[in-house]
């Protein structure tokens, strides 16, 4: 269970990625039912420490505060990314060798490569720096098209906003989705970004003030009926190809694999949250049947419906 973080800030720390871990785990929600973790900032060298932009940070806590950490993070760091200090990479393969979470944001990634984390893993990083990690670190397996990779307890992600994709996926995947929810609607963002979709799209969109928004709104409250391509591209007053295109351009996905992802996703709720039945769930999301929801709870979760439930219910199982 997720308890425990520790940040290591290294020289040139990105201000926004070190915010992003500071967000998410190091606020107290508990006032309005969400987690309050145990968090705390380090360093190597306790101190004064250089931002990316110029202006300085004071640590005071060294590397000793993720000797028991339940997960470590490195944000990014530096323009280049050089050497890192020993210490913060045995600080890195010790956490992950006693099963702690080890987790980068942008360019922290360089970090848990020079660590050996990465070696035979998927992994990805901001799309710019994609090719020197690949160099960095030949034996990884570099995408660089997508948010965050979660693999062995390595979690990996894009620049900026991608890591708060990735740490709300490591809540949700901890702690369960109704608190991912809480954290994610107090930091008023999107609670589910799926993170197999695109870090960015080559064609901008339209200009026309048109988005999908409001049908994406409308098939999150409409999972329950058979949404087909057709269907939607009508909705949306689209030819299937436009719709398609423009899908994927606001969400970085298809329709089939988002839908299936916010079915999943409310499929984790009604499971936490109420005693329903097992088969019926699955009729509420839309999956149809227990089998099609287990098999995504697979493919997606690496458990079962039931498995989740003894996790994370409040409620009495009922299936």
């Not at 990625?17 to 190597?44: H, K, Y």
């Not at 997960?71 to 050089?82: C, I």
Request: aromatic letters at 6%; glycine letters at 8%.
């Amino acid at each position: 269970m997720l308890h425990s973080v520790a940040v290591i800030v290294l020289p040139g720390v990105a201000p926004f990625e070190l915010g992003v871990a500071c967000e998410v785990f190091g606020i107290d929600r508990s006032d309005t039912g969400g987690p309050r973790f145990d968090f705390t900032v380090c360093t190597p060298e306790p101190g004064v420490v250089a931002s990316k932009t110029g202006f300085a940070l004071v640590i005071d806590r060294g590397l000793e505060a993720t000797r028991e950490a339940d997960l470590v993070v490195v944000p990014a760091y530096g323009e280049l990314p050089g050497p890192v200090p020993e210490p913060v990479l045995e600080a890195l393969r010790d956490a992950h060798a006693r099963g702690a979470w080890v987790m980068s944001i942008c360019s922290g990634a360089f970090a848990l490569g020079e660590a050996g984390l990465l070696d035979g893993r998927r992994c990805t990083t901001h799309w710019m720096h994609a090719a020197n990690l690949q160099l960095q670190t030949p034996s990884a397996r570099v995408d660089p098209d997508v948010l965050f990779v979660d693999e062995d307890r390595v979690i990996t992600s894009a620049g900026t906003a991608a890591g708060i994709d990735a740490a709300l996926h490591l809540v949700r995947r901890e702690l369960g989705a109704a608190t991912a929810a809480n954290i994610a609607r107090r930091m008023v963002v999107p609670p589910q970004r799926d993170g197999g979709q695109a870090q960015y799209v080559d064609t901008p969109l339209p200009c026309d003030g048109d988005t999908l928004a409001p049908l994406l709104t409308w098939i999150v409250e409409n999972l329950d009926t058979e949404l087909t391509i057709p269907d939607l591209a009508g909705r949306a007053l689209m030819s299937e190809r436009t719709f398609a295109r423009r899908f994927r351009a606001e969400t970085g996905t298809t329709p089939a694999a988002w839908i299936a992802r916010q079915r999943v996703v409310r499929a984790q709720e009604l499971l936490e949250q109420t005693s329903i039945g097992i088969d019926e769930i699955a009729r509420l999301v839309g999956f149809g049947t227990a089998a099609v929801l287990r098999h995504h709870f697979a493919r997606t979760l690496s458990t079962s419906p039931q498995a989740y439930r003894r996790t994370f219910s409040c409620e009495p199982a009922n299936a």
